[in-house]
């Protein structure tokens, strides 16, 4: 066949564009169905980067261990003791449990001011070794993260939230503040390094934005802490879940503790493990629901392309008996029908890609200040694959009227006046 | 050119309706035919099976020397496009296609090129005086422009066999007249042309009237004088 002839285009376009109105009712429920597939599957991809963003940093497989007044009575000690968790824990909880990749303690004061200057900001000053950077990676913007010397040598450095630094040194602008001092309670630290942490993003103690981290020495000298930690940060070895290398620890905590093993309120765990995966549910969900609403109205549109296609094809009995009395065969009007059906789904759902992709163009560009990794672009094989589905569509669509209308027979145009 | 030996013809339904019931005519090239009968009397059902549009069921079909029997859809749509030209009463031009395009449709479905079959098309409708309307869509054109350009289109293959379907019959007296010395002129240039009609003003413009009466050819009379008619040149047409 002359499949790829040129005239054969121009016939197409040419019945396309001569019967305008017709061409448009058909395309619409295509243009329609793609528009919002696309714009579904963008919007649901942006609110999980979006979302995806705050939990960005911290490692999918941590957990956190905070000790609490125990909920029961044991071996002579009565209910609603204080019991703490202490350096030693960390080091016999690195060494004894299984499964686990880091181990870390956490000191933190909330509420205190840091002061530069005139300026002042309230801030929240957490101790922690360099290895938490493991557990909520600090992204430094400026700078370097905190490490092992200056743990060791308790030096009076500090890696400190983009917030603070507006505050505290309003004149620097958008510039490198290191190596400029702070006062914390009475004490000056030297900045050695920005997070780029944002507002919205998970971080354990309150916004990371105003948050001080000093080595876990230095402050666990300043503030006099002693061997209490406050916190106890894991992560788990690939391979091993999070909640089994928790319930481990727990355990062994509690047997250290002296606390009832049954006890159920003396050791608080978190666990991102469990809410990333409660996350990653919500999203599979969501994407699910975009998929059936988007390939539903896709469907209803290329039902609606070929309930249409039929209707045309019986308005034009006379116009194919014609063709046909004057010599196309029919597979040329089998042809004929069907490439107007795949040229229209086409053109309309390319219209859709196109219409859907600028507007989530836009919703990207718009919310860039708000939040910055939010992407809802979709990927260009989405694009590719949204196409090809099209003309697998069209070519559907256009089946059942074709055949109908290869079905019409010459003396059909004559009968009809 | 043509020679239809004993054909018959019945539509199936309910009640089967035996239409043709043996007709024996015998065409040759160059004559000027008119197939004349009252309506029901199968001229039409045998203009179809003349341009293959339709099948028979008993006797045998030569056209032009080739055999027209149980022909695919796809040879019988070529031999259409290549040996037939039609003219229809109700022009059957395709509306959203300008004079040319129309023209130019089954030169299309012969593969040519745009701008060969264009060309050629615009050639056609010179001929028949319509080259300023050209571009004109049929709904922008006279009853007889219509027909004209139906004409040209019916040409353009340059087949061996025109057929018109009651070429006057949606036309009034004046251009009627028209149409029809356009047809004696082809008709002067060598082509073979059968005209269906019932009306005799038309039948005996032609050389030869067959007509037709319950589906057998009653008679067949040689008109040899065809510019004079029984009915005088004011009535001859309605």
């Known amino acids: 066949m002359r499949l790829f002839d040129i005239d054969r285009w121009e016939e197409i376009f040419d019945s396309l564009s001569k019967n305008r109105t017709r061409s448009i009712l058909t395309a619409f429920g295509i243009f329609w169905g793609v528009f919002m597939l696309i714009l579904l599957m963008g919007g649901g991809r942006g609110l999980e980067t979006m979302l995806g963003s705050n939990l960005a940093g911290f490692a999918s497989n941590s957990g956190f261990i905070f000790a609490e007044n125990t909920g029961k009575p044991y071996k002579g000690f009565r209910r609603g003791r ?168 727990e355990q062994l905590l509690k047997r250290a503790h002296v606390i009832h093993p049954e006890d159920t309120e003396a050791v608080m765990k978190l666990n991102t493990e469990a809410v990333f995966a409660m996350i990653d549910n919500l999203f599979r969900g969501v994407s699910i629901l975009v998929w059936m609403i988007g390939l539903g109205t896709l469907l209803a549109g290329a039902i609606g392309v070929s309930n249409i296609m039929i209707v045309t094809v019986k308005e034009r009995t006379t116009e194919i008996g014609i063709r046909r009395a004057i010599g196309a065969t029919p597979l040329d009007i089998l042809s004929m029908v069907m490439s107007e059906s795949v040229v229209l789904t086409l053109l309309s759902g390319m219209s859709g890609i196109t219409l859907a992709v600028l507007i989530l163009q836009g919703m990207e560009v718009g919310l860039r200040e708000t939040a910055p990794d939010a992407q809802f672009q979709i990927s260009f094989g989405v694009a590719v694959g949204a196409a090809s589905l099209l003309a697998v569509l069209g070519l559907v669509a256009g089946l059942a009227p074709a055949i109908r209308a290869m079905k019409i027979k010459p003396v059909d145009a004559m009968r009809e006046e | 050119m043509i020679r239809l030996t004993n054909i018959h013809k019945t539509y199936q339904g309910a009640q089967p309706l035996h239409v043709l019931k043996g007709i024996n005519l015998h065409i040759k090239k160059g004559e000027f035919v008119a197939v004349m009968g009252a309506s029901g009397s199968g001229k039409s059902t045998l203009l179809n099976i003349l341009g293959i549009l339709d099948s028979y069921d008993e006797g045998e079909y030569m056209l032009a020397g080739t055999p027209i029997r149980n022909l695919s859809e796809t040879r019988a749509a070529d031999y259409r496009n290549r040996m037939i030209g039609f003219i229809f009463q109700s022009f059957n031009l395709i509306s959203f296609k300008n004079a040319v395009e129309n023209v130019a449709l089954p030169l299309f479905y012969q593969g040519v090129g745009r701008r060969k079959r264009n060309q050629l098309a615009l050639e056609y409708l010179d001929r028949l005086g319509l080259k300023d309307w050209a571009h004109h869509y049929p709904g922008e054109l006279s009853g007889g422009q219509k027909q004209r350009v139906a004409i040209a289109r019916a040409l353009i293959t340059q087949p061996q066999i025109i057929l018109a379907d009651e070429p006057t019959g949606a036309l009034d007296s004046q251009t009627s007249l028209e149409v029809m010395e356009i047809l004696k002129d082809l008709h002067r240039q060598g082509l073979t042309i059968v005209v269906v009609t019932h009306e005799s003003g038309v039948a005996y413009q032609t050389e030869k009237i067959v007509h037709i009466k319950d589906g057998v050819i009653e008679r067949i009379e040689e008109n040899l004088n065809p510019d004079a008619n029984p009915f005088g040149i004011k009535t001859q047409m309605k």
């Open chain 1, 82 to 249: 204080y019991w703490c968790i202490e350096l030693n824990d960390v080091k016999r909880v690195k060494n004894c449990v299984e499964g686990v990749d880091v181990a870390t303690p956490i000191i933190q004061n909330w509420g205190g001011t840091a002061m530069a200057g005139n300026h002042s900001c309230s801030v929240t000053v957490s101790g922690e070794r360099s290895d938490y950077a493991q557990v909520d990676d600090p992204k430094i913007r400026f700078g370097r993260p905190l490490n092992d010397v200056d743990d060791m040598q308790h030096r009076k450095v500090c890696v400190v939230g983009t917030r603070i630094v507006e505050e505290l040194f309003p004149e620097l602008g958008k510039e490198d503040p290191c190596g400029r001092f702070i006062q914390l309670d009475g004490v000056y630290y030297c900045i050695v390094g920005v997070s780029g942490k944002s507002a919205n993003g998970i971080s354990l103690g309150g916004n990371a934005q105003t948050m001080v981290h000093l080595p876990y020495g230095t402050m666990q000298q300043t503030y006099n802490r002693g061997n209490r930690v406050d916190m106890l940060a894991l992560t788990a070895l690939p391979g091993y879940k999070m909640s089994d290398v928790q319930a481990r620890t």
